[in-house]
């Protein structure tokens, strides 16, 4: 008989798209920061997605919130790539980190995740949605901590 591996922030079968626990993402984005340092030939970004009234927008969906939610994880598992490190800081923030991108690529991705998350709402509320989107090329100094918290400033 097999015993199940204890979750150690590893992904999971269901967690097909790279999301991590924020510690874990934390130490991705590390790691990611020292190959960058030691290589010095490619580059890589990391991004934050917030949605400010999300509290509002979920009370709305009622029934339909779990179906919208499946939907929003669908956008953002087509928008990121399979080398993409994802974590949720929460149920309206996320950090995103991709990695051989540039910060104008990150751009571009951010829109998309910012019109897809438009699109989805007007087509299943009439609140407007708040998004904030930022993004910032990873930099071999950098402290991790710090960007992260940048990032997440709009967070409610």
């Not at 400010?52 to 919130?65: K, T, V």
Request: glycine content about 4%; aromatic content about 8%.
């Amino acid at each position: 008989s097999t015993r199940p591996v204890p979750d150690r922030g590893y992904p999971r079968k269901t967690r097909k798209n790279h999301s991590f626990s924020i510690e874990v993402f934390k130490k991705i984005v590390n790691i990611e920061l020292r190959r960058i340092e030691r290589y010095n030939k490619t580059s890589s970004s990391i991004a934050g997605y917030t949605i400010q009234n999300f509290e509002n927008m979920y009370a709305g969906l009622g029934d339909d919130s779990v179906a919208f939610l499946h939907e929003l994880a669908a956008l953002i598992k087509n928008i990121l790539r399979s080398s993409d490190i994802t974590t949720a800081v929460s149920e309206s923030c996320y950090l995103f980190m991709l990695s051989d991108t540039t910060d104008e690529q990150a751009a571009r991705a951010m829109e998309r995740l910012w019109q897809g998350t438009q699109q989805l709402v007007e087509q299943n509320l009439t609140i407007t949605p708040k998004i904030t989107t930022a993004h910032r090329l990873l930099e071999s100094e950098e402290d991790v901590s710090n960007l992260l918290k940048e990032l997440t400033s709009y967070a409610p």
